[in-house]
């Protein structure tokens, strides 16, 4: 992929930016001629084009993606790397200050990180915040909170009844993590239709989980699969469901009403068709089909329906790439039926919403970080799968 024009606007500077057009992805329209005056990293005024310029770019601006889900410590170098990069005192690995990298070349901004068991999104975290790495901002979870012998202790710990569950929150806080992130059931089967690991935690367990994070000011990130898993999610008043494979109609209904958003994260079910043949039966070809394929007509109803969506790639998973399984994921959310505009939205403002910094992020708008896109065409209309961006600008 032909790398874009890097823009990188320095916090302690001024600029006075022109461009071509500035692209609305809530409404589709186009502001021609539009002047931007960026201090601090952030877009402090927006107007006409004046002769007063520093530069100029030919481009058509979008905000900057969103990835709603991504693992920055998770299959770096076989499963004990993360700890290897803790024991070796390593403060960001060179794998994922690349991982931070590709993200930008991808034209993503903003990630919201799904756990590991060692911190090291966390750490990756505060570098960028701390200018010490370049990357896209990230919305770090820390360590997931599963159950002893469930799955999913390799992203987090396992915790077991309320008095457990509020000492990780409290750790949790002290970390200063963006969201917290629960795993109430297990994955999706790659051989049996419609089979999905039990579930994990109880209601009681869940609705203490939700209050004890939002009384310290945090939002939670389930990963749930199964009718009965993402019901029992949305009840409890979860903030995003991750994954979400087979949840039914009556559900999507509900997250609508309620407003708890949905995170479907097809490409890591898509990736393993391409593993079926040489997985000696774990993977098998026709189930992974029927399952993504049951997921894109789900994204369709959701969509439909007016769940609150955000995209997510899992990224770190088996087959997906950090940054570059974005731009795979939105085609598939093209493939669903959703219209380019739709798509444009749920890889910006939605995600955001997502990730709870739809006051920073997702709109080119005075007050929030100057993180966009540069288009030579206005690519609004296009499914933005087929696009690359020609330029990425962001705070440094
Ligand atoms: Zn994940």
């Keep these: 992929m032909k790398k874009p024009v890097?823009?990188?606007?320095?916090?302690?500077?001024?600029?006075?930016?022109?461009?071509?057009?500035?692209?609305?992805?809530?409404?589709g329209q186009v502001e021609e001629n539009v002047c931007l005056a960026v201090e601090g990293g952030r877009i402090r005024w927006m107007g006409p084009a004046d002769s007063e310029l520093e530069f100029y770019l030919p481009y058509y601006l979008t905000p900057g993606f969103v990835d709603c889900h991504v693992h920055l410590g998770l299959g770096l170098d076989g499963e004990k790397d993360g700890l290897r990069v803790v024991e070796r005192g390593e403060r960001v690995p060179v794998e994922v200050r690349k991982r931070l990298k590709t993200c930008l070349h991808h034209g993503v901004v903003l990630i919201r990180d799904g756990g590991d068991k060692y911190g090291v999104a966390l750490r990756a975290r505060t570098a960028v915040a701390d200018r010490m790495v370049e990357g896209p901002e990230t919305v770090s979870t820390g360590f997931a909170l599963c159950k002893m012998g469930g799955y999913g202790s390799f992203l987090g710990r396992p915790v077991s009844g309320v008095k457990e569950i509020e000492d990780a929150l409290e750790q949790l806080a002290d970390l200063k993590v963006g969201q917290v992130k629960?795993?109430?059931?297990?994955?999706?089967?790659?051989?049996?239709?419609?089979?999905?690991?039990?579930?994990?935690?109880?209601?009681?367990?869940?609705?203490?989980?939700?209050?004890?994070?939002?009384?310290?000011?945090?939002?939670?990130?389930?990963?749930?699969?199964?009718?009965?898993?993402v019901m029992l999610a949305v009840r409890a008043g979860v903030h995003s469901v991750e994954h979400g494979y087979f949840v039914e109609?009556?559900?999507?209904?509900?997250?609508?009403?309620?407003?708890?958003?949905?995170?479907?994260?097809?490409?890591?079910?898509?990736?393993?068709?391409?593993?079926?043949?040489?997985?000696?039966?774990?993977?098998v070809k026709n189930v992974v089909e029927k399952t993504y394929r049951k997921q894109l007509e789900t994204i369709r109803r959701a969509a439909a329906l007016g769940v609150k969506m955000g995209i997510g790639t899992d990224a770190g998973a088996v087959g997906v790439?950090?940054?570059?399984?974005?731009?795979?994921?939105?085609a598939l959310y093209h493939e669903a039926g959703l219209t380019p505009r739709q798509i444009w939205e749920m890889a910006t403002l939605g995600g955001a919403e997502v990730v709870g910094a739809e006051q920073d992020y997702g709109t080119l708008t005075p007050g929030k970080v100057a993180a966009f896109l540069g288009f030579r065409e206005n690519p609004i209309w296009k499914p933005p799968h087929l696009l690359q961006p020609d330029l990425v600008a962001y705070p440094v």
Excluded: C
């Design 249 to 283: 109609e009556d559900t999507l209904e509900e997250m609508a009403e309620r407003g708890t958003a949905w995170v479907p994260t097809v490409i890591p079910v898509f990736a393993a068709l391409q593993r079926a043949d040489e997985s000696s039966g774990t993977v």
């Design 6 to 27: 890097f823009l990188k606007l320095e916090r302690d500077r001024k600029y006075l930016i022109g461009a071509r057009g500035i692209v609305d992805v809530r409404t």
């Design 182 to 229: 629960v795993i109430i059931s297990g994955i999706v089967s790659f051989r049996n239709f419609g089979e999905v690991g039990k579930i994990q935690f109880t209601s009681e367990e869940l609705e203490f989980l939700v209050e004890a994070a939002r009384v310290r000011g945090l939002k939670v990130m389930a990963h749930a699969s199964g009718r009965e898993a």
């Design 321 to 330: 790439g950090h940054g570059e399984a974005f731009r795979r994921e939105m």
